[in-house]
């Protein structure tokens, strides 16, 4: 029987393949589940994203959505992601200056996004 959501713990909710496929490089901060439905979350910058977002690839994360949010002053976006081996989601957080409109695309690692 698998653990109670509330006593999941890094270990119970990110798989070994996804441990190693980041290689301790992406850090990824816990998340309250029961209050934000995400189990963790980072802050990237434009430069960091892909490279994040190819590493939660390798790690069989399916790519779920994109929210744009409209933060004053500055954009937000937020990208969502899904395991496929294990009970886990991942936020990653992108914030945008005053001025800034464009955010890199993540097609070149989920070609449907």
Known sequence: MPPEPDTLTLADTVPVAAASAMDGTLPLEPCDYAKTGIHFHKDVTPDSLLEM????????????CELGLDRNPGLEAVYLFRSLDSLSRVRLRLK?????????SLTPIYTGA
Do not use: D, Q
């Open 53 to 64: 977002a190819a590493k939660l690839r390798a790690a069989n994360y399916l790519f779920e």
């Open 96 to 104: 945008l200056n005053p001025g800034e409109v464009t955010v890199p």
